[in-house]
């Protein structure tokens, strides 16, 4: 065996523990020399030349059976040492102070939350957003004047024994270094208002105002609330809302206006600041500190934030378009607070309508009640909750309003008719009232009586006419009662028994002289008296059978509570059916009828 082999084998162990001593200091300076090309890589730059003089040895004189090796070994552990104490130093100062947590709190830093329990009015909106951007935006400037103060430290602990030249020398890299620093503060700065006026479209739009990054743990099914509600009333001829658009659109406004003006706090680094409330004893001769110049002109003419504000003003605009479209579904109702009721109605009579005129147009008018029911209480739009509730009484009241006109005629027409046939029955019945003395006085019963089976066909005619124009009225809901002053029900009997009794009187006088019924048309004549008697008394019970039936329904309706809450406004209201009142003034005119 060599004398050389022996001799390594001998050191075998030593020269291992070399090598790896050796290779971790390797290691170690090979991260230290790739920080020349980070950030701070001038500042360390005389730093690492002299980790360069201590290693030269190695790279010339010192070999691995040198026996200066270990003093060589641990010179490069303390050099190496100290350079690693330095660098994480800096790391601390670079990375805990400025990067992670004062630059990300800075572009987290949320202006204004948007997070309201309740609606809010445009003006308490406003002035959240203010408080909020008033809170938040001292918060952001402190931590931009923590980022410059860390960067003098910075400069200081990199410059750590260095002479006044070296430090001189480096003062232009560290000002390039102070420059990048801020170039981030203002890149933070510019992306929180970003995220800000961000927030807002959203908000605007009718969606979370949380962001993609925010919103992972958010349901996607969870709904936002809006964050205003407006009323629709009826201005003629315009249909407005209430606050108005252009009131809205101002507030939102102000909301930006309020997020931009926070950059007024952010001021620009370099700047002396005065510390604490200046004495007011303070020396007259000392010069007084300059305005601070703040970042707000910068800011305001970032690309990003340029581009966010016309994200908003379109969503502003969008939220204008969206109001005038649920708007605009209401415009087929135009008619009703366009037209004149009166002159409408005046129109349709000159044309001597029949009953399937009536019918015709209300039916249209029934049918646009309902299409007016069908319309929401309320409509979510965007950021708005636009409630229907004052806008559909109103269309509904105007709609009413020219049914009970074309109602209030065809009811006249019918009464016209009733009054023309009552009015025969009365001429009649004062005809028959009277003696039959002679042969004169027969002549006259048996023209009355020709009198009578001539306009028997007429009443006859009349009164399907009647029964098929009281059917209408009642389908349509606006009949109305036949006796003055008496409910439905009542009033119908009553109107029945008292034709009954009109034509009752003639046929007394039948009754007393039974020889009148032996003539020709004296047959045909208590033909027509039963056929109408029986008429009435089915008209009668009729109603009756109907008010019977409805009694039951309205005794089921007592049955529910006294009180009722209203689910949205949470509201306290009398749970009492209306047709109960109906129902008590029924029942005392039909016990007065003796109807039980």
């Known amino acids: 065996v060599p004398e050389e082999a022996s001799f390594i084998l001998m050191r075998e162990t030593k020269f291992k523990a070399d090598y790896w001593s050796l290779g971790a200091l390797v290691r170690d300076y090979n991260l230290l020399m790739r920080r020349q090309t980070s950030v701070v890589g001038a500042l360390l730059a005389h730093h690492l030349a002299d980790l360069d003089k201590d290693l030269a040895p190695g790279l010339t004189e010192v070999t691995w059976t040198s026996p200066k090796i270990q003093e060589f070994y641990e010179a490069i552990v303390a050099s190496m040492s100290q350079k690693k104490e330095l660098v994480s130093r800096i790391d601390d100062v670079l990375n805990n102070r400025i990067n992670h947590v004062i630059l990300r709190m800075i572009r987290n830093v949320k202006l204004s939350h948007f997070a309201f329990a309740d609606v809010l009015r445009p003006t308490q909106f406003v002035e959240r957003v203010q408080a909020d951007c008033a809170v938040a935006a001292p918060i952001v400037e402190n931590c931009s004047q923590s980022v410059e103060i860390a960067a003098q430290d910075l400069f200081r ?9 070296q430090r001189i020398a480096l003062r232009h890299k560290m000002e390039e270094i102070r420059r990048y620093l801020e170039l981030r503060v203002f890149q933070s700065m510019s992306d929180c208002i970003k995220r800000s006026l961000t927030r807002l479209r959203r908000l605007v739009q009718g969606l979370p105002p949380m962001l993609d990054s925010e919103r992972s743990a958010l349901s996607g099914s969870e709904a936002f609330p809006p964050m205003f509600r407006v009323e629709v009333y009826l201005r003629t001829p315009d249909l407005v809302i209430v606050p108005s658009l252009e009131e809205l659109e101002e507030h939102l406004q102000e909301a930006a206006v309020a997020i931009l003006g926070s950059a007024e706090k952010f001021m620009r680094w370099g700047q002396p600041r005065p510390r604490g409330e200046q004495s007011a004893d303070a020396e007259d001769g000392a010069p007084p500190l300059k305005p601070l110049q703040s970042y707000f002109d910068r800011l305001t003419a970032n690309k990003g934030v340029v581009k966010e504000v016309l994200l908003l003003v379109g969503s502003i605009s969008e939220l204008r378009e969206a109001v005038n479209s649920e708007l605009t579904d209401l415009v087929e109702f135009q008619h009703l607070w366009m037209d004149s009721a009166a002159e409408t109605y005046t129109n349709f009579m000159r044309l001597d309508p029949t009953i399937e005129l009536f019918e015709e147009r209300m039916n249209r008018l029934v049918d646009i009640e309902q299409r007016i029911m069908a319309v929401p209480d309320s409509i979510r739009c965007h950021c708005l909750e636009i409630s229907m509730s004052h806008i559909k009484g109103v269309l509904q009241g105007k709609a009413n309003e020219f049914k009970l006109l074309y109602a209030n005629e065809f009811n006249r027409r019918t009464q016209e008719m009733v009054k023309s046939v009552m009015h025969v ?22 023209e009355t009586l020709s009198k009578l089976n001539e306009s028997e066909p007429g009443v006859e005619m009349a009164l399907p006419r009647i029964e098929d124009d009281y059917a209408f009225l009642r389908n349509y809901g606006v009949l109305r009662p036949v006796v003055p002053n008496m409910p439905p029900v009542s ?11 009109r034509i009752e009187v003639p046929m007394k006088y039948f ?19 039963n056929r109408l008697a029986s008429a009435l ?3 009668e019970l009729l109603w009756v059978s109907t008010w019977s039936a409805a009694v039951t329904d309205t005794r089921r309706e007592l049955g529910v509570p006294v009180f009722v809450r209203h689910p949205t406004t949470k509201d306290l209201h009398c749970n009492f059916s209306r047709s109960a009142f109906q129902l008590l ?3 005392k005119h039909l016990m007065r009828m003796e109807i039980k």
């Open 157 to 165: 602990v990199s410059t750590s024994g260095y002479t006044m030249d």
């Open 511 to 529: 009754r007393e002289h039974p020889e009148i019924l032996h003539m020709g048309d004296a047959r045909k004549i208590v033909k027509s008296y």
């Open 491 to 501: 009033g119908n009997v009553a109107w029945a028994r008292q034709l009954l009794r």
């Open 425 to 446: 029955i009365s001429e009649v019945g004062a005809a028959l009232e009277r003696t039959v003395d002679g042969l004169e006085d027969m002549r006259g019963v048996c």
């Open 537 to 539: 008394i089915e008209f």
């Open 585 to 587: 003034l029924e029942t």
